[in-house]
């Protein structure tokens, strides 16, 4: 099993910009994904960014495409969400999980999560 550590949040002015991490510790399968979710007070949680562990493969919903990149460092064992341009609509717990997924946008599909980290864009 793989065990997730996201950090990273803070509070930012809408513009500005956050990088999280996401370490993960254990075994780490060529198949996994590494995806970003978020869920904000009373909604549900949703995509926001994926990564393959093995092809480096990027996904992004339509929201974020073009501020936000994923990247990894395989040898850290890491992986990051640059977050540029933040919105107040940005404003959410960002959790990072992992897993050997069909449809990398689904979270039903990840089995192991992140403590989560509070992201809030001020206006």
């Known amino acids: 099993q793989v065990q997730l550590v996201d950090s990273g949040g803070g509070l930012v002015q809408a513009g500005g910009s956050l990088s999280l991490s996401c370490v993960a510790s254990?075994?780490?399968?060529?198949?996994?994904?590494i995806g970003w979710f978020r869920q904000a007070p009373g909604k549900e949680r949703e995509f926001v960014s994926a990564?393959?562990?093995?092809?480096?493969?990027?996904y992004y919903a339509d929201s974020v495409k073009g501020r936000f990149t994923i990247s990894k460092d395989n040898a850290e064992n890491t992986v990051y969400l640059q977050m540029n341009s933040l919105k107040p609509e940005d404003t959410a717990v960002y959790y990072c999980?992992?897993?050997?997924?069909?449809?990398?946008?689904?979270?039903?599909?990840?089995?192991?999560w992140g403590q989560g980290t509070q992201v809030t864009v001020s206006s």
């Open positions: 999980a992992a897993g050997a997924v069909v449809k990398v946008t689904t979270y039903q599909e990840y089995r192991s």
């Open positions: 254990g075994r780490m399968f060529s198949s996994y994904t």
């Open positions: 990564i393959s562990w093995s092809f480096s493969t990027t």
